[in-house]
């Protein structure tokens, strides 16, 4: 059965957006989806509120991995050559397996990390006990 053939150009794009491009279409996408407002407004409203926290969270992870570094005073010096990351894990895992909500999970680990970071950080500071090296592995 063949069905009746489309009655605007929104119902196409909404009906076949998989089968037919938007390139394809006779029209520009602003015809077919309505006036410039929605394109502005995704990109306000949806877009760029992405953008601004992908940036600060990265700022942040390479401020983070920067100051490990230098407190360290090795540029060798990362998360998961350090245990951090392991660290993190091992509680997640144990928050898991011992039935807890999910909602502590983020906590749990960043708690993990911090700990390790603690002990990596004590070890570090020893200085003359370990070596730099040694302080590494």
């Known amino acids: 059965m063949v069905s009746p053939p489309p009655e605007t150009e929104r119902e196409l794009a909404l009906g076949r957006g998989s089968r037919q491009s938007v390139a394809q279409s006779p029209s520009s996408p602003a015809l077919v989806w309505g006036k410039a407002g929605r394109a502005i407004s995704t990109v ?14 990265g700022s942040a992870l390479g401020m983070a991995g920067a100051l490990l570094q230098g407190m360290l005073r090795n ?42 970071t603690g002990l990596v950080y004590a070890l570090a500071k020893q200085g003359t006990a370990l070596s730099p090296f040694l302080t590494i592995v």
Do not use: E, M, N
Not at 44 to 57: E, G, N, Q, S, T
């Open 75 to 116: 540029s060798l010096a990362g998360p998961t050559v350090l245990g951090v990351s392991s660290g993190a894990g091992l509680v997640a895992l144990s928050l898991i397996s011992l039935g807890a909500s999910s909602a502590w999970l983020p906590f749990g680990a960043w708690l993990g990390a911090l700990i390790t």
């Open 44 to 57: 306000w409203d949806l877009r760029l509120p992405r953008v601004v926290a992908a940036l600060v969270v």
